[in-house]
């Protein structure tokens, strides 16, 4: 028991050597011992090993997706922390409700088999959140996405992600359809007008994509396809000039040196964060990261590659890319359409946001305002994700058992 404890041959002890080294270096910077580190440590190890070993006990699908995860959300933590302790302790919190999330879906996902049957049910949640935040939404950072309920702020759209999953996923599995295709289009782009009022660009572009990846794979109809693919672009081109937030964004992207103390300060201080931790980093706690506004949230990227290098850099980029080839190997794996449906659209969620805040802040695409998966601080985007998490877990299990019975 204790030599498998502490072996190197378990993923977990190698997530628990890495936050121990971290928390260490946290807990004597400032050049006294923080006693406070520890305890997050504790906490951290104890949520991560708990769900992972329960995980083991009660699914027989793919585990190597939640130790993918554990270790993007420590790093998360730790850097997370050394911004701002006080921070750090409440992305505790919401880990430890996105692990309840993930087993609560989970659970629900697995047992409720009349899912696939609820099209219009996901279409009405949608709307239904959609004008709650349009009547009840706050404006924060430039986005009216936000409702605030008893002091506590929440992003409906971080849940809408996972409705548009599973509305398209009914609609393409069911045989008699409630509406025919022009229907859903016109839900989807109801959908995508509903984001722009709010300004929430980031969240249009991954509905966008995931749609239209979906779109692609499983419409027959081909020529609604290519009109749709020829629409965006026009609707994208219009938006740049009818809409000046979009006008704002594609100039920082392109001229941000001529704009450095007004539009283009973002992208210019994440530059810098960026170029100054060369290849291994200035050392958690060394740099300066705090020159970014946002940093514990849209810029978290820039932070890591600041104080862990390029090279930590690469290695969250990896660990993406990690997960969303496992998450494509449980689609393409899959027998069951709905859930085939339900892996690709999760498994694109998580894949495009990720690229499109890393690709923002080091300059590669215009910068848009959403989290990093896993690692930025807020409650909505962990717990989101961890619920969608959950979700792959059940449709990895179904082709885990499509493969046993194909190999038997």
Same mark, same amino acid.
């Given at each position: &028991? ?12 190698? !997530? ?13 910077y400032g050049g006294s011992f923080d006693s406070s580190v520890l305890i997050l440590g504790v906490l951290l190890s104890l949520i991560i090993y708990i769900s992972n070993y329960a995980l083991l006990k009660i699914s027989p699908g793919d585990h190597y997706m939640f130790l993918? *995860? ?9 850097? *997370? ?23 609560? +879906?989970? +659970?629900? /996902? ?9 099209? !219009?049910?996901? #279409?009405?949640?949608? +709307?239904?959140?959609?004008?709650? /935040? ?9 986005s009216t996405n936000w409702i605030q309920i008893a002091g506590h702020s929440f992003q409906p759209t971080e849940f809408i992600k996972i409705l548009l999953v599973f509305l398209l996923a009914s609609y393409y599995t069911l045989n008699k359809k409630p509406f025919n295709t ?69 100039? #920082? ?6 704009? #450095?103390?007004? &539009?283009?300060?973002? !992208? ?22 705090? +020159? ?29 890319? !990690? ?18 449906? *339900? #892996?690709?659209?999760?498994? /694109? ?60």
């Amino acid at each position: &028991m204790i030599r498998k404890l502490l072996s190197y041959k378990i993923p977990q002890n190698l !997530i628990l050597t890495i936050d121990i080294m971290a928390i260490l270096l946290l807990s004597f910077y400032g050049g006294s011992f923080d006693s406070s580190v520890l305890i997050l440590g504790v906490l951290l190890s104890l949520i991560i090993y708990i769900s992972n070993y329960a995980l083991l006990k009660i699914s027989p699908g793919d585990h190597y997706m939640f130790l993918i *995860i554990s270790m993007l959300v420590s790093i998360g933590v730790i850097v *997370i922390y050394r911004l701002s302790p006080d921070y750090g302790f409440r992305q505790v919190k919401w880990f430890g409700l996105g692990i309840a999330a993930y087993f609560a +879906f989970y +659970f629900f /996902t697995k047992h409720v088999p009349l899912l696939r049957k609820w099209t !219009i049910v996901y #279409a009405a949640l949608s +709307f239904a959140l959609f004008l709650a /935040t349009l009547v009840l939404g706050v404006k924060i950072k430039g986005s009216t996405n936000w409702i605030q309920i008893a002091g506590h702020s929440f992003q409906p759209t971080e849940f809408i992600k996972i409705l548009l999953v599973f509305l398209l996923a009914s609609y393409y599995t069911l045989n008699k359809k409630p509406f025919n295709t022009y229907w859903l289009l016109g839900i989807i782009y109801a959908f995508i007008g509903f984001l722009f009022i709010q300004r929430d660009l980031g969240t249009v572009m991954i509905f966008y994509f995931v749609f239209m990846t979906i779109f692609y794979i499983f419409e027959e109809d081909r020529k609604l396809v290519y009109y749709n693919i020829l629409g965006a672009l026009l609707i994208g081109i219009a938006g740049y000039f009818a809409v000046s937030h979009v006008q704002v964004r594609i100039t #920082a992207w392109l001229e941000p040196w001529k704009y #450095a103390d007004s &539009m283009g300060y973002q !992208i210019i201080q994440s530059l810098i964060a960026i170029a100054s931790g060369g290849f291994f980093g200035t050392g958690i706690g060394l740099g300066h990261p705090e +020159f970014i506004p946002e940093v514990h949230t849209d810029f978290i990227f820039s932070a890591i590659c600041e104080e862990m290098g390029i090279l930590g850099g690469i290695g969250v980029i990896m660990l993406f890319m !990690i997960l969303v080839y496992r998450g494509f190997k449980i689609a393409l794996n899959q027998d069951d359409r709905f859930f085939k449906i *339900i #892996a690709l659209g999760i498994t /694109t969620i998580l894949g495009f946001q990720a690229f499109i805040i890393i690709g923002g802040v080091i300059k590669m695409i215009p910068l848009t305002g959403v989290t990093l998966p896993f690692v930025s601080y807020g409650g909505s985007s962990l717990i989101s994700s961890f619920a969608a998490l959950g979700i792959l877990q059940v449709a990895s299990e179904k082709s885990q058992t499509a493969q046993e019975g194909s190999n038997g």
